[in-house]
Each structure stands twice: as structure tokens, then as C-alpha cells.
């Protein structure tokens, strides 16, 4: 089964939810900087979800370029992928409308823990469904940085009933964390002399 159509899917539906969330950015009635203070809030959730949708896109590239074949249990985990990065847009707005008040602070984590545990499963199904040792299998390891993305998510969601701030802390962490796309498989890659596309 040919890979090319579930990453273009993919990419479809990640434009899809980056255009969702910029459409609940509603422009102040005000014409002055001033009007522009209490869209602060929705701006900068804004952003922290943009960055984690231009993670997830860039690290699923990662993926599907060190791999040469998908099955029908990847196509299943990426769309367990997509349904909760779908939800992003949702917490978001509930987020960036109520600030820093506990349930939005929670649910957003608990959607970014659910998504990360999603990623961790593709990238499970997708060397599986490799013949033999994969590239993939090589680059990612036992997969730390994924598994301590998992627990800083676990650990901030809790954190939102006694200091929301801080579990923002925590998925902004996870989001600096994951920043640069997964050098590991770039670096499998080049030296197996398999790197372009």
C-alpha cells in the first residue's frame, strides 16, 4: 500500500485544523493597539497550538519518509492521530476565551497527552509493518523523548486543578522540546544514504 496517499491526507487535514483555528480569531471592534490587549489570551493559545500542529506535521513527515510501506493498521493509527489533533482547535478556542481557568487548562493537556500517546502508537504500527529491520526502527530507539513527553503531559494535567500556569508550562516545555524535527531519523537516514524526498 503506497504511503503517498496518507500523507497527503494528512497533510489535508492538518491545513484543515490550522485554518479552523484561525478562524475563531475574531478581530477587535476597536480600531486602536489598545482593542487588541484582551485578544492576548486567544492569540497566544494561538500560537502554542499552531506550533504543536507544525510539530506534528513535521514529525509525521519524519516518520513516513523513513518508512517504504503502509497497512491497514497504520491507516487506522494515523486516523487515531488526526482525530485528536481535530480536537485542537476546540481546546484551543476554550482555552485562549477562558485564559487560565482550570477545566480549559486540563482538557487541552488531556488532548495533547491523547495525541502524543496517538503518535507514539503510529510510529509503533508503522515499524511493525516493516520487513525486517526498519530504518525506523533504528532512528527512534526506545523512544524517550516521547515517553518523557507523555509524563510531562500526565504530570501537567493535575497541575491545572492547583496552578494552571504552570501546567501551560509544562505543554509549552514539551512544545520547545519537540521544536527541531526528530534528528534521529534525519542523521539514520543520511548515513544509510537513503535522505531526500
Not at 92 to 120: D, K
Request: aromatic share 12%; glycine share 8%; net charge positive.
Amino acid at each position: 500500500m503506497s504511503k503517498g496517499r496518507m500523507e497527503a491526507f494528512s497533510d489535508g487535514v492538518l491545513a484543515v485544523i490550522i485554518t479552523i483555528m484561525v478562524l475563531e480569531m475574531k478581530p477587535p471592534h476597536g480600531t486602536n493597539l489598545a482593542a487588541l490587549r484582551p485578544t492576548a489570551p486567544v492569540f497566544l493559545s494561538y500560537v502554542l497550538s499552531f506550533i504543536y500542529i507544525g510539530i506534528y506535521w513535521s514529525n509525521h513527515h519524519h516518520l513516513l519518509h523513513a518508512v517504504e510501506r503502509v497497512n491497514g493498521a497504520t491507516l487506522w493509527a494515523n486516523l487515531h492521530l488526526l482525530f485528536w489533533l481535530s480536537m485542537v482547535p476546540f481546546t484551543t478556542a476554550w482555552l485562549g476565551e477562558n485564559q487560565l481557568a482550570t477545566w480549559p487548562v486540563a482538557l487541552y493537556g488531556i488532548v495533547l497527552l491523547l495525541a502524543g500517546f496517538a503518535y507514539y502508537v503510529l510510529a509503533k504500527v508503522l515499524i511493525n509493518a516493516q520487513k525486517g529491520r526498519s530504518v525506523l526502527a533504528k532512528a527512534i530507539g526506545h523512544d524517550r523523548k516521547t515517553i518523557l513527553s507523555l509524563i510531562i503531559y500526565a504530570a501537567s494535567i493535575p497541575l491545572a486543578f492547583l496552578r494552571p500556569w504552570i501546567a501551560c508550562a509544562g505543554y509549552v516545555l514539551v512544545a520547545i522540546f519537540w521544536l527541531i524535527p526528530d534528528r534521529r531519523i534525519e542523521r539514520i537516514l543520511a548515513s544509510s544514504g537513503e535522505a531526500g524526498g
